[in-house]
């Protein structure tokens, strides 16, 4: 397994190298740290060509520091500065170059509300990378995981939105870790039933049948749980849901991603801003 | 754990440095975006004609031959010496750290200068453009819509926003071919006789500087300095383009043409169409002094002619900011790298990846000094103008004087260093020297430009001012400094400056 980090020597960037090193001992993944350095444009005047290598050079230390960060923890890691106009579009470059199987980055920290603040580069990401992207909440590097213990994975409620339980089964047995299965139910869908209950109800099921799936899919099955938080809105709903220490989550993307490309939908989206744990986020299968 | 590679040392990535990446077109778009013209022209003009009245052609002329001579000294110093310090590396290298750290000061100067000037203009020509020229001319709006304008830019600056080459493209694209519009329509109602009674035929006397005494060609040339500022660099950038020993020529001659020539058409137009008179839209009302080319754009072209101008000229000084404060947020980080400035200079912050806390310095600068100018001045643009032509009168010529001196050994080695290394450079020092002394010395007297101390002219006072302040500024860096730049420990003719390393 290879890890991609996108590094900044910013605290959100110390957050993704929390993470990466949780992963990589989990996982015994090896690590690529890249930071993209901004392309200083001409803007004719002297002095710019030396100013990009005083950036390179200023990166370099940078990147070093994240280095000795991950030694600090046993994990080594490889690391590259570039030059690139977008972050983003660097970082998905240098991970299919690299054949990554994970794209590693800290959510933003500069964001007002919930667990999962989603940045400038961090919002191109997980609008475009056809590699996963495991978001490190805030603040991951002041309390973070040795490793990760236990994998849980969002089922999807609604039909055509990407199911990550394949991933997320594959990612589990990887590592031997626990496996569970969550279903998020709120009164929101209500418009769909004549009730609350039978929406739950029919939620449930649909989990169940998601159990069987993947007890099927995996036939030395590990222990699935499955798990159904309900609540009147959606965050109300995570509220209720307990996490440990070591917990990893992992949702799908929406119906409006193309083909083996991310795409963030909005429930997603919520579920980032409602939990506090690393989240990995899977592209949609064919 | 099972990853046991040994570490391996951060790779630079393939994609690099990107050397060669500007053709032609984009050489010459960098150069004259630097220069920035529709604003320039409309911040100076107007108060040329005031020095030198139908004589504004010429001087448009004559201003360029020292702007010439010293881009070359930029030229070879930047090939011999490439460094973000430019002028601040180059006369440390050849005078000394002294004389450097004021060189340096007064690159930062004009910068906070023309950023005030800017804020000044685009509120202005907003107000206008928006049809609110009660708001124009009132004190408080002005000074709030640009101070709004100083924050903003300074702050996309240090967040690394910069206005993208296809946006810079377009903005030249519009700034040339309104000014030539409405230029061509001038003459041709000028030459058909429909301009009205107050224009009067152009002669090609005003192409020739005959008959002004030397102070008002001073006042010019301090005012025209402003109007080419910039397009020194143009020589200066040559090793990122594509084909280094011919483009950067051709691109400099050709923006030159298209700058020289489009000032002189456009002088050309606005003299003849307005006239000289004192009533109306005559060049002699003192109400239309700082904006000559509005008062052009309605009679000219009609009102949708007119509104794009002032747009025009608006977004023009806006976009300008940035090829200021770029280079001198850089030039002030390479002081600091040198530690000729405290240390927070060379921050570089992590996540923008531009000198941001360098960048907010000067753009509070800049609001102070605006706020001083506006409340003390009742004109502040004709004075922010003529004092930032000094500063940068002030720094090319230090700049050519480097370049003179620190070549002095070579000069003779072949004619070709004679002229670009020694005699050219000389000259425009010289002519800078001339300019700068001639034109402080007038402005002591209290009844140049608008404002007055006491008995000492308001732009004197500002613009020496500024100078002069550097001297404390320098000394309390120079006492709670680490004193190795001005003992001469990090730099000297000697220090091989590629890339300033971090101490």
């Not at chain 2, 200068?113 to 202005?124: C, K, P, T, W």
């Not at chain 2, 050219?424 to 002394?437: D, E, I, N, Y």
Request: charged residues 15%; glycine residues 10%; proline residues 5%.
């Amino acid at each position: 397994m290879h890890l991609t980090v996108g590094y900044l020597a910013t605290p959100t960037g110390d957050d993704g190298i929390a993470l990466a090193s949780a992963l990589a001992k989990t996982f015994e993944a090896s690590v690529d740290i890249l930071l993209v350095v901004r392309e200083a444009l001409p803007d004719g005047h002297p002095g710019r060509p030396e100013y990009q290598e005083l950036l390179l050079d200023r990166g370099n230390q940078w990147v070093s520091k994240a280095v000795a960060a991950l030694a600090a923890h046993g994990v080594t890691a490889g690391s590259t500065v570039t030059v690139g106009e977008s972050f983003a579009q660097s970082l998905i470059d240098f991970a299919e170059e690299k054949s990554s199987d994970l794209i590693v980055v800290g959510g933003a920290r500069d964001g007002f509300f919930g667990g999962h603040t989603i940045g400038p580069v961090t919002g191109a990401l997980l609008h475009s990378s056809p590699i996963p992207v495991a978001l490190a909440p805030r603040g991951y590097a002041e309390d973070p995981d040795e490793v990760i213990e236990g994998v849980t994975a969002a089922v999807p409620t609604r039909p055509g939105d990407d199911n990550p339980l394949p991933f997320a089964i594959t990612l589990a047995s990887a590592a031997g870790l626990p496996i569970r299965m969550l279903s998020l139910v709120s009164a929101e869908n209500l418009s769909e039933a004549r009730s609350a209950k039978e929406v739950r109800q029919f939620q449930v099921t649909a989990a169940e049948e998601n159990l069987v799936a993947a007890a099927r899919a995996l036939p030395d099955s590990p222990e699935i749980e499955s798990l159904v938080a309900d609540g009147v809105t959606l965050e109300s709903a995570l509220k209720k849901l307990s996490w440990d220490d070591g917990d990893l989550l992992v949702v799908g993307s929406s119906r409006f991603a193309a083909p083996s490309r991310l795409f963030l939908g909005s429930t997603a989206a919520r579920i980032l801003a409602g939990v506090d744990v690393p989240v990995i986020v899977v592209p949609r299968t064919q | 754990m099972a990853i046991t590679e040994e570490p391996s040392a951060p790779a630079v990535g393939s994609k690099g440095l990107q050397a060669g990446a500007l053709g032609l077109v984009g050489n010459v778009v960098i150069g004259l975006a630097a220069v920035a013209p529709a604003y320039s022209l409309a911040a100076t003009l107007g108060y040329v004609v005031l020095a030198v009245g139908d004589k504004t052609p010429s001087m448009f002329l004559l201003a360029f031959v020292p702007m010439l001579l010293v881009a070359f000294a930029y030229k070879e110093l930047s090939q011999d010496t490439p460094d973000c310090g430019t002028t601040f590396t180059w006369s440390t290298k050849a005078f000394g750290p002294w004389i450097g750290w004021i060189g340096g000061w007064g690159l930062a100067v004009s910068a906070i200068i023309v950023l005030a000037n800017v804020a000044e203009v685009a509120a202005i020509y907003l107000f206008k453009f928006l049809g609110l020229d009660d708001l124009a001319e009132n004190l408080t709006a002005k000074v709030l819509l640009g101070s709004f304008f100083i924050i903003a830019m300074t702050l996309l600056s240090a967040r690394g926003i910069v206005v993208s080459e296809r946006v810079q493209n377009v903005l030249i694209a519009v700034q040339f071919g309104v000014l030539i519009i409405v230029s061509i329509i001038a003459l041709v109602r000028v030459f058909s006789g429909t301009a009205g009674a107050q224009a009067i035929m152009p002669q090609l006397s005003w192409l020739w500087p005959g008959g002004l005494d030397a102070s008002s060609i001073a006042a010019a040339i301090i005012l025209c300095i402003f109007i080419y500022w910039g397009w020194d660099a143009c020589l200066a950038v040559g090793e990122e383009t594509k084909n280094p020993g011919k483009t950067p020529g051709i691109a400099a001659v050709i923006t030159t043409l298209i700058l020289v020539c489009t000032y002189v058409l456009v002088a050309y137009a606005v003299q003849s169409f307005s006239g000289f008179s004192e009533v109306g839209i005559g060049l002699n009302n003192p109400n239309n002094t700082d904006d000559v080319l509005t008062v052009l754009g309605t009679p000219v072209a009609g009102s949708i002619v007119a509104s794009l101008l002032l747009l025009t000229v608006s977004i023009s000084g806006l976009s300008s900011t940035q090829t200021t404060i770029l280079p001198t947020a850089r030039g002030t980080l390479s002081m600091a790298v040198y530690e000729a400035i405290p240390k927070r200079f060379a921050n570089v912050h992590p996540r923008y990846m531009t000198p941001a806390f360098g960048t907010i310095v000067m753009g509070i600068s800049a609001l102070f000094f605006y706020l001083v100018l506006s409340f003390l001045s009742e004109n502040a643009l004709a004075d922010s103008v003529a004092s930032l032509g000094l500063a940068v009168a002030f720094y090319y010529g230090i700049t050519a004087y480097s370049c003179v001196w620190y070549f002095r050994r070579t000069l003779f080695s072949s004619t070709r260093n004679l002229f670009f290394r020694g005699i050219f450079p000389l000259l425009g020092a010289l002519a800078m020297t001339w300019a700068f002394v001639y034109s402080a010395t007038d402005m002591i007297e209290p009844d140049y430009g608008y404002t007055a101390f006491g008995s000492l002219g308001g732009v004197f006072v500002l613009g020496i001012g500024m100078l002069v302040l550097g001297i404390p500024l320098m000394l309390a860096c120079f006492a709670f400094g680490t004193k190795r730049f001005f003992r001469g420990e990090t730099l000297t003719a000697s220090t091989e400056v590629k890339v300033p390393d971090t101490f």
